[in-house]
């Protein structure tokens, strides 16, 4: 199977369920972080290819923020004024940031966006009161501490 094909297949295989919007939100910026990483991990900023991978990852990720700014600027939102201020701060330096990193590649223009995208991810997926009832009720009945905290298993 050639990489275009792997690439494909992984993508048809790992989309989110819908139903959550901000997990939703979260698997894209994933997504984009993932794709921008590989090309930082496994190519070479020098070949035609990799340039290419890592232009259309980056561009993904232009498109991604850009409906992040716009949820942020248009029509009713329920956030706070100034979190919606610091989302539109958050947006701009992603988009000069982004293009810098298109017009000057390196691992490191590349890491911060990665890194943006995975912590911003892992904020919209973190709070326990989003999760399906289902998974709602597991945690409910997971193993607590003495304040009622779940206790994190060691693996």
Request: glycine share 4%.
């Amino acid at each position: 199977m050639s990489y275009d094909q792997s690439i494909a297949e992984y993508e048809r295989k790992n989309l989110p369920s819908p139903g959550n919007p901000r997990y939703n939100e979260a698997w894209a910026l994933i997504e984009a972080a993932r794709r921008i990483a590989a090309v930082v991990q496994y190519g070479d900023f020098k070949s035609p290819t990799d340039k290419r991978r890592l232009r259309d990852a980056l561009r993904l990720n232009l498109r991604i923020w850009t409906i992040i700014q716009a949820e942020q600027a248009v029509g009713e939102n329920p956030l706070p004024p100034d979190l919606q201020r610091n989302i539109l701060t958050l947006c701009q330096f992603i988009d000069k940031h982004t293009m810098d990193t298109m017009l000057n590649p390196s691992p490191e223009k590349a890491a911060t966006l990665i890194n943006i995208n995975r912590n911003i991810a892992a904020g919209l997926m973190g709070s326990p009161e989003d999760l399906p009832e289902d998974e709602t009720a597991e945690l409910a009945t997971a193993e607590t501490d003495e304040k009622g905290d779940p206790v994190k298993i060691e693996i």
